[in-house]
């Protein structure tokens, strides 16, 4: 066990909808990251939020959007969902910088 | 052409082998990781080394900077192994994104 929890673990929608993808560091943790893997592409980097700033940014779509709560919890909203947005979606933690990282479980996004 | 390139790409390999996993980047880094992809789909950070060499159990990762090429080895390896292995670059220049390699897949048999 990672220390990073994410759920949900699977979630299916329709082409169009919107969905909330959330994550909790390990305790103590400051930076989340968020990957998506797919098929074709592999893991990208989407997007870091360090203590509730964002700190950079990947090949992040502009239906996507991200934010890191006080509690340090992040959530991932996918919006104006398509097919090819399916995929699986990884949050990741360290305690600063991108140092070791302890990733979550995934949520498996399938858009049919 | 990819940032970050691995070869092999799939690997079946017999229980007890040593096999050896090899991952090129372009860029400049400041840090590499290896990861581990297990079938069930979660992920775990094997290494994160930016010069020489450092060991875990059975498992060796090298690094040559001036190369820019890294290694990973797996002694005696065992059918648990099986899984995907994924190598990935911190660029320089302050930027904390991963890069990642498209990964190996390594099937060892009993």
């Known amino acids: 066990d990672s220390g990073v929890t994410q759920t949900p673990k699977h979630l299916i929608t329709a082409t169009g909808q919107r969905v909330t993808l959330r994550c909790s560091p390990r305790?103590?943790?400051?930076?989340v990251y968020w990957y998506q893997q797919s098929l074709d592409q592999g893991l990208q980097f989407l997007i870091q939020y360090y203590n509730g700033e964002e700190r950079a940014k990947g090949n992040i779509l502009e239906r996507f959007s991200a934010q890191q709560f006080p509690d340090l919890h992040s959530e991932l909203n996918l919006s104006s969902l398509e097919l090819g947005d399916s995929a699986l979606y990884f949050c990741a933690s360290s305690v600063s910088g991108v140092g070791k990282l302890f990733f979550g479980s995934g949520t498996q996004l399938s858009v049919l | 052409k990819n940032e970050v390139e691995q070869s092999p790409q799939n690997l079946t390999a017999q229980e007890g082998e040593f096999i050896t996993i090899n991952c090129s980047y372009s860029v400049g880094i400041s840090a590499l990781h290896w990861l581990q992809q297990h079938p069930g789909g979660g992920i775990v950070s094997l290494f994160m080394l930016s010069s020489g060499k450092k060991k875990h159990g059975r498992l060796i990762a090298t690094i040559n900077i001036q190369e820019k090429h890294s290694s990973l080895h797996i002694t005696a390896s065992h059918p648990r192994d099986s899984a995907v292995y994924i190598c990935?670059?911190?660029?320089?220049?302050?930027?904390?994104?991963?890069?990642f390699g498209k990964g190996m897949k390594l099937t060892v048999n009993p």
């Open positions: 990935a670059v911190e660029t320089q220049g302050g930027s904390e994104k991963l890069v």
């Open positions: 305790s103590g943790d400051l930076s």
